[in-house]
């Protein structure tokens, strides 16, 4: 990845792949509550994929000028597998460890390239992953958190 349209693709693709993640899992529950919930992550990430097209056809900027708060809760939850029966607290420690995984990813490839126009992409796609990752983290301290 050479070019901020290699990047992009890369990671147009990588929203793609977790949209379709959810939705395979999606179909695979056995809830229909939790099929809804899912198939409700799949949508945000293909509105994930769907900002980064805009950033490409230069409709939308990438890069926002605030740091994205951390609640840091993924960092504290242990991994879980993607059953069938998978609970809401479950498919949200998977969202948030994918989430921090591309944000660990673009951060460090960001980290690796000198100042330049392809590296404020890859701090603009590190900064949208942590608001994704914040969404999930968020949901989690609201509704699992307070449960517990």
């Known amino acids: 990845m050479n070019t901020v349209d290699e990047i992009l693709d890369y990671a147009i693709d990588q929203e793609q792949q977790a949209a379709d993640f959810y939705a395979d899992l999606a179909g695979r529950a056995e809830k229909a509550g939790m099929k809804d919930i899912l198939l409700e992550f799949a949508a945000e990430e293909q509105r994930h994929k769907e900002r980064l097209l805009a950033v490409k056809t230069g409709e939308h900027e990438l890069t926002p000028e605030q740091e994205v708060l951390d ?5 504290y939850l242990v991994e879980v597998e993607t059953t069938d029966d998978i609970s809401y607290q479950d498919a949200l420690i998977v ?9 660990e990813l673009y951060s460090d490839m960001a980290a690796r390239i000198p100042e330049s126009n392809l590296r404020e992409v890859f701090v603009g796609l ?23």
């Open 71 to 75: 609640l840091k809760i993924s960092d």
């Open 95 to 103: 969202a948030m460890k994918r989430e921090r995984a591309a944000y």
């Open 126 to 148: 590190a900064r949208e992953e942590a608001k994704h990752k914040l969404f999930f983290e968020s949901e989690y301290d609201e509704r699992v958190l307070v449960d517990n």
